[in-house]
């Protein structure tokens, strides 16, 4: 079964930075790209990074580029988002995603707020 269990999420100043985890089961992590997605109330979710399996390549929303870093540990079945240079824009649900044989994965989300 096809597990995705986000962590890290909490209140942060503007300018402050967070780490967000997400810890995943049930696959074959290392041949999958993983992904960060994000739903401010009253948008849609949107997709903030991806990391590619092979090579690691990663891309990034306009948004957050320069200010957001992907990155994953194979070992662990991990995949973080390095948040730095927070804004209040930031403000979402972060939810961890994979597709497999077609089909979306997602987490239950980890709720992150910039505000001072």
């Known amino acids: 079964q096809v597990q995705l269990v986000e962590s890290g999420g909490g209140l942060v100043q503007p300018g402050g930075s967070l780490r967000l985890s997400c810890a995943a089961s049930?696959?074959?992590?290392?041949?999958?790209?993983l992904s960060w997605y994000r739903q401010a109330p009253g948008k849609e979710r949107e997709l903030v990074a991806r990391?590619?399996?092979?090579?690691?390549?990663?891309n990034y929303a306009d948004s957050v580029k320069g200010r957001f870093t992907i990155s994953r540990d194979n070992a662990k079945n991990t995949v973080y988002l390095q948040m730095n240079s927070l804004k209040p824009e930031d403000t979402a649900v972060y939810y961890c995603n994979v597709y497999i044989s077609g089909r979306g994965r997602w987490g239950q989300g980890t709720q992150v707020t910039v505000s001072s």
């Open positions: 990391i590619t399996s092979a090579y690691e390549a990663t």
């Open positions: 049930g696959f074959l992590f290392s041949t999958y790209a």
